[in-house]
């Protein structure tokens, strides 16, 4: 039988946008504990936890990461069994957690991406791939772009999060926690950004499916923001950054994909 035990405190930390609808819990069983997370977000959440324990063996070792499904009430993580019920036992955990399976490598390279625009419609990428603004060691797109102007989906996935609410626009770093976005999740594991949309600009909310070419929301200049102008990433999640990837678009009729280059127009025709 138990003769006593010792709870350390869980502390759990989130990096990246928050997610509000995750926790890891434990269920007290005959021999130890029963370690589970609740992810009611919309796309996988990897969480890494290190176990702090003593006369425990766990089921998962002392450290692992785990991706938890999305929309998942109960998911399983690790048992801690007693080792010796004759002595005290403790246990306790840390934390922390983000969007995405962290440990993915593999992704559609080849994926066309649609130019996130109107059809009929062309636009200027002001700051392309590594550019020299903002955009140092970082593969990310500016689309120069009025105020209002109609976003269109360049891939089908689901809506995972979307920021709306903040008018305010400033040219410093310090003002991307005012940056208003919609952020997708892909069927291969990645996600897009459209960030600086209009206040009250998106037309879609989390947990809806998104076509490919579906009109999402209106382009704006809020949070960190030289000028009006849609910024858009893909990008696979890691604990500490983003791993930024290049994308391929379908440019003119849509029978040519390219890279885009600053500086560059390019029109939808499709």
């Not at 040219?171 to 991307?176: E, F, K, R």
């Not at 999640?237 to 600053?262: H, I, N, W």
Request: proline letters at 3%; a negative charge.
């Amino acid at each position: 039988m138990k003769i006593g035990y010792i709870l350390l405190f869980c502390l759990g930390t989130f990096l990246g946008i928050a997610q509000e609808n995750f926790e890891v819990y434990y269920k007290e069983i005959d021999m130890g504990y029963q370690i589970f997370a609740k992810n009611g977000e919309y796309s996988p959440v990897s969480v890494e936890i290190n176990f702090n324990i003593e006369n425990l063996h766990s089921s998962i070792g002392a450290k692992k990461i785990i991706e938890v499904p999305a929309t998942t009430e109960a998911h399983f993580i690790a048992e801690l069994t007693i080792e010796d019920i004759h002595k005290s036992f403790a246990m306790g955990y840390t934390i922390r957690y983000n969007h995405g399976n962290h440990l993915q490598t593999l992704y559609d390279e080849e994926y066309a991406y649609y130019l996130p625009y109107q059809k009929g419609t062309s636009h200027r990428v002001s700051q392309g791939y590594n550019g020299s603004i903002s955009h140092k060691d970082e593969y990310a797109l500016d689309f120069s772009m009025p105020v209002g102007t109609p976003i269109y989906a360049a891939r089908e996935g689901v809506i995972v999060l979307v920021e709306e609410q903040f008018k305010k626009t400033c040219t410093t770093a310090d003002c991307a926690k005012f940056n208003n976005y919609i952020l997708v999740y892909h069927p291969d594991g990645t996600f897009a950004e459209y960030t600086h949309i209009q206040h009250k600009g998106a037309l879609v909310a989390p947990g809806d499916r998104i076509e490919v070419g579906q009109h999402i929301g209106y382009s704006g200049n809020v949070g960190w923001s030289t000028g009006p102008h849609l910024h858009f990433i893909v990008f696979l999640q890691r604990f500490q950054e983003r791993e930024t990837l290049p994308t391929k678009f379908k440019v003119a009729s849509g029978t040519t994909t390219t890279l885009l280059e600053e500086g560059m127009s390019y029109k939808r025709e499709y």
